[in-house]
């Protein structure tokens, strides 16, 4: 309620709530084991006035969670999530974007080098996925701390990107 209060939309997508201004995508409800999250999609463009932004791993650029692990937290927060919910439709209507790092700034394992200049088609199909999709297979292969895991998880997902597949793609 506290979000349809904000004046958006709900559809559900991914298989959970999403909420849009003018089909642009604001945030999103996420439940996991321990707690339920709202996420901004633009998150990293908050002023984050009450410090309750949580960035869920390192390699997340744009999105950030604000956790509850009960009701109360919510009920307690809820003047604090409207002044969040209301900037995040500013910056939609700003324009604004969250500044992504290029997927040349990841690190590349020697071990997908080595494979990638043995095989050509293997090169050109990972060069043709999406940028997103090849930063999921860098940070997958990357880490591993022994070279023999670096190398079977690179072996194991050949077939996937010559097929043009996302590591998580069905």
């Known amino acids: 309620m506290i979000v349809l209060d904000c004046g958006l939309t709900e ?54 969670q604000v956790r509850f692990t009960n009701t109360r937290q919510i009920v307690k927060m809820k003047a604090a999530l409207k002044a969040y919910i209301y900037e995040a439709i500013e910056v939609e209507k700003a324009g604004l974007k969250v500044k992504l790092k290029k997927t040349t700034a990841f690190i590349m394992p020697e071990e997908f080098q080595n494979k990638l200049a043995k095989n050509p088609a293997l090169k050109t199909a990972f060069n043709s996925l999406t940028p997103g999709r090849q930063r999921g297979y860098l940070l997958h292969f990357a880490a591993p701390k022994q070279s023999k895991t670096r190398v079977s998880r690179v072996e194991k997902c050949v077939q996937r990107i010559l097929r043009g597949k996302g590591l998580n793609d069905p």
């Open 11 to 64: 559809e559900l997508k991914w298989g959970v709530p999403c909420y849009m201004f003018q089909q642009a995508n604001i945030l999103l409800i996420h439940v996991f084991k321990d707690y339920c999250a709202l996420l901004f999609f633009k998150g990293a463009l908050l002023n984050d006035a009450h410090g309750i932004l949580v960035q869920q791993t390192k390699n997340v650029q744009a999105g950030r």
